[in-house]
């Protein structure tokens, strides 16, 4: 090793390259790198490495490559100005390009998702193989078998063990709740987490595929059955449509497509010598009594169990939650009994059916009967719930409110419902077989009223969100909203089904809303449908009309479609004088106002703007955030007409308003406002500074419509402090995000004339094609990666810690195990030390050797030492 070779590798940990990599790309040993890394000066020998007459171009070759991967060797030497050997241009290319391959491996943080199992994984091993093997061969595998066999905790586990294979990522997208197909293709993209990348204007699969055309990634689509036709469609298109998208499906029945590959999940076995059955009973009964353990004197009485329950691991679980109260022979002897009487025993699938039918009906019949009305009533449920959503919708004479939480803890200890805990609150979900059962059961009346009160539910929500939008309650609300996405789509198609009906809440109330869109984290195509198929109902009072219509005019305005407003809000405005309802008018005035400023008659929209906040001066009841609007959207107006002092005084104004009571959304705008000010004014350092404070802001929101506008705005802001390059990088992500929501700045004709003074000054600063390049890297910025660019954050993610992908794979308690295991502890002492019984840490430790392919507990412990050094090197 020389010091050219010393630096070259330290100048490739910088990037974040792997030693493994490094010794790939520099051709020498890994004990080679390691030892240059350790050594903290070169080496005494300054012999030059051997040189190349490609070496001066390796930087220029390595920029080009980062921005545009896929250029070819004849686009590179062209704009390089290679001249010599094409050959030896190619292999400089290929090194070059396994080096900024390995680094963007490092930095990419790839997307995964996918649902968290508090339970252990048990057997299925040979499955998981085989649908691992599927996968490495075909692009669409289908997971089949009844009910409760277990098709989804086998899918997210293979999708766990698989994230490494796919460099672009693992989503899993579940669809239980999802109640209209036609929103199958949105509940996808929107699961992937590309909101970000929507086009309106285009059908949501094309907009999908665009996105994913050249990816390497794996869809997990969870519960197809009732979508079959919709996920079938919806499949095949991307299939046909990519090339590297794969997918893994679950369904009781398959998708029939054509190169479909399909794996039959069977119960677990009860007869085979590993009996995995039995396995999955040990592990659920230790859940519930930390100390059970197979042995002796009960290992009969757990395999009648198991063969009574057809080793169907939901029926399993069920029966396990018995074991607070029952002993193991007691369990069997009630079981044997209850099924005698709940099931017909046929043959095949159709037995494993009825045996988990009857599991099901057993633990509904040792259910009090409270418990049971709270498990059938629940099933109105799209998505999940909490306490008191379920105290709101499930309560009656005969299950009161107060006793709700009480049978929430206890469908939750027998395993019928699943608690969940995210930013210090419990929801629960029921698993879509469970629900099933339980809705079942409902009569038809029993399940009217339940709808019925759901949607009432559902618009409390909204109408509460909308009279507390504007206060420090904010950020609470949006993310009930959005956490409740399912419930509100399911309490829409209820309102349209009832049409006609004077008593409770409407569709028109619920969509029509203020800040409805973006509260609720619906996308523009998804609110513009649910917006149109209201208009369609024959019995929409004027008022309402024009309230729905009103919130139409302004989504389309934003979105830059001018010329499907003009009639729409025309009429919105004749309906709202009409009934008198002032707020519906000003409301309307204010979305003319905002859409004669984008086409450039600001005469006009001066005028309308004006006459909307007169208008609200006069309803002293009307939420500040509506008056707010229209004060940003007048500040905006004076900004492009030069009248940047009357401007800062509208977005101080707001300002101030937003922060006395807390507020943070309109906050974002009125900081945009002042930064508007600023870049109008030539004070760009400090537009920089307010834009980024504005994004701080939104962040937390998802804001779709003001996310693109600050980010513009920065880039203009960079542009004239002479950051051209991450201008340009702003400009290009800004004109990804606003194609999500609409047209390029509204469609506006006045802000693309401003933005393209702004790409000109940056633009002659880099020259075209460094512009150019700049503004590519910028549009294929994933919406975290372009935040922590935009905020001037580090956006290079630490390479992950040897020691963390080894044990990736282990629960939180295996790992605990493991590092003791590293530590040199027996099995005893880590009993000791864990509290746990010493046949717990021996199943825990088979576990660990079977999830890291290894043969015996000195592997681990040198492993887990080995990687813990390794750490040590890249820290």
């Not at 093997?133 to 078998?145: A, D, F, S, Y």
């Not at 008593?503 to 973006?518: H, I, N």
Request: glycine letters at 8%; one cysteine or more; aromatic letters at 6%.
């Amino acid at each position: 090793m020389n010091s050219d070779e010393w630096s070259e590798i330290h100048r490739l940990s910088a990037t974040g390259m792997s030693i493994k990599g490094m010794a790939a790309h520099l051709g020498m040993s890994r004990n080679t790198v390691r030892r240059a890394l350790s050594f903290d000066a070169p080496p005494p020998d300054h012999r030059p490495g051997r040189g190349s007459a490609t070496d001066a171009y390796a930087e220029r070759i390595r920029e080009l490559l980062a921005v545009e991967p896929g250029l070819t060797i004849a686009q590179i030497g062209e704009r390089i100005g290679w001249e010599r050997s094409r050959t030896t241009l190619a292999k400089r290319v290929e090194q070059e390009r396994r080096v900024v391959g390995a680094a963007a491996a490092t930095r990419r943080q790839v997307t995964f998702s996918a649902p968290e199992f508090a339970t252990e994984f048990i057997g299925r091993r040979a499955e998981l193989r085989l649908v691992r093997e599927l996968l490495g061969n075909h692009r669409l595998v289908t997971i089949t078998g009844v009910g409760g066999v277990g098709k989804t905790r086998l899918a997210t586990q293979a999708a766990v063990e698989l994230r490494r294979a796919f460099p672009d990522g693992v989503r899993v997208v579940e669809l239980a709740a999802l109640r209209n197909p036609a929103l199958l293709a949105q509940t996808v993209f929107d699961g992937l987490g590309i909101a970000h990348l929507d086009q309106p204007d285009r059908p949501v699969v094309d907009a999908l595929v665009e996105h994913v055309r050249t990816r390497h990634l794996l869809i997990v689509l969870d519960n197809c059955e009732h979508v079959l036709d919709a996920s079938a469609r919806f499949v095949d298109d991307v299939l046909r449509a990519t090339s590297h998208v794969h997918f893994l499906a679950t369904s009781r029945e398959v998708l029939n497509l054509p190169g479909e590959r399909i794996t039959v999940l069977h119960p677990l076995s009860t007869t085979d010598p590993a009996v995995p059955a039995m396995a999955l009973f040990e592990s659920r009964a230790r859940d519930v009594v930390a100390s059970f353990a197979i042995d002796d004197a009960n290992r009969d009485a757990v395999r009648r169990v198991c063969e009574r329950l057809d080793g169907l691991p939901l029926a399993i679980e069920l029966a396990c939650a018995r074991l607070r109260v029952l002993s193991v022979g007691e369990l069997a002897e009630r079981l044997a009994d209850s099924f005698d009487l709940l099931s017909t025993r046929g043959r095949g699938g159709a037995e494993r059916h009825q045996s988990l039918q009857a599991a099901m009906a057993w633990s509904y019949g040792l259910c009090t009967r409270e418990q049971q009305l709270l498990w059938t009533r629940v099933s109105v449920f799209a998505g999940g719930f909490d306490t008191a959503a379920a105290e709101a919708v499930c309560c009656d004479d005969e299950l009161p409110a107060g006793a709700i939480l009480d049978c929430l803890y206890d469908l939750v200890g027998k395993s019928l419902l699943q608690r969940e805990e995210s930013r210090g609150r419990v929801r629960f979900r029921i698993l879509e077989t469970i629900r099933e059962f339980g809705h079942a059961i409902l009569t038809p009346s029993e399940n009217d009223r339940l709808r019925r009160r759901h949607l009432e539910w559902c618009a409390g929500l909204v109408t509460e969100s909308v009279r507390s939008w504007f206060s420090d309650r904010q950020f609470a609300i949006s993310e009930q909203l959005r956490v409740n996405l399912a419930n509100v789509r399911t309490a829409l198609e209820t309102a349209l089904a009832l049409v006609g009906e004077t008593r409770g809440p409407s569709a028109a109330e619920l969509v029509s809303a203020p800040w409805f869109l973006w509260a609720c984290g619906l996308s523009a195509r998804e609110h513009a449908m649910w917006l149109g198929r209201v208009l369609e109902l024959d019995h929409l009072g004027p008022g309402r009309r024009a309230s729905v219509l009103g919130t139409l005019g302004l989504v389309r305005t934003m979105q830059g479609y001018r010329a499907d407003v003009e009639p729409v809000l025309g009429e919105a405005l004749g309906l709202a004088r009409g009934a008198g309802d002032v707020p519906a008018a000003a409301f309307v005035q204010d979305a003319r106002g905002l859409g004669a400023f984008f086409h450039g008659d600001h005469e006009l929209a001066e005028e309308l703007l004006t006459e909307s906040l007169a208008l609200y001066a006069t309803c002293p009841d009307v939420p500040g955030d509506l008056t707010c609007a229209v004060q940003v959207h007048l500040g905006m107006l004076h900004c492009f007409d030069g009248r940047t002092c009357e401007a800062q005084q509208y977005f101080d104004d707001v300002r101030r308003r937003c922060e006395l009571v807390g507020e943070r959304w309109m906050l974002s705008y009125a900081v945009f406002g002042q930064c508007l000010v600023a870049v109008t004014d030539g004070r760009y350092a400090e537009g920089v500074e307010l834009a980024r404070a504005s994004l701080c802001l939104k962040r937390d929101f998802e804001d779709s419509v003001g996310t693109p506008l600050a980010v513009e705005l920065l880039g203009w802001a960079e542009a004239g402090a002479g950051s051209a390059a991450r201008a340009a990088t702003l400009i290009g992500a800004a004109s990804v995000l606003w194609r999500a929501f609409g047209r390029q700045l509204y469609g506006s004709t006045p802000w693309m004339a401003r933005r393209e003074r702004f790409e000109l000054r940056a633009r002659n600063e880099l020259g075209v094609a460094a512009y150019e390049a700049q503004k590519r890297r910028g549009a294929a910025m994933g919406m975290g990666e372009l935040m922590d660019f935009a905020l001037d954050q580090d956006t290079r993610v630490a390479p992950p810690q040897p020691e963390t992908v080894l044990v990736a794979a282990l629960s939180p308690r295996e790992r605990e195990v493991a590092r003791h295991l590293a530590a040199g502890m027996s099995n005893r002492q880590i009993a000791q030390a864990l509290v746990l019984s010493h046949r717990t840490v021996e199943g825990h430790v088979e576990h660990i050797l079977q999830k890291l392919r290894m043969q015996n507990r000195n592997e681990v412990a040198v492993a887990l030492a080995t990687a813990g050094s390794s750490a040590d090197q890249h820290r």
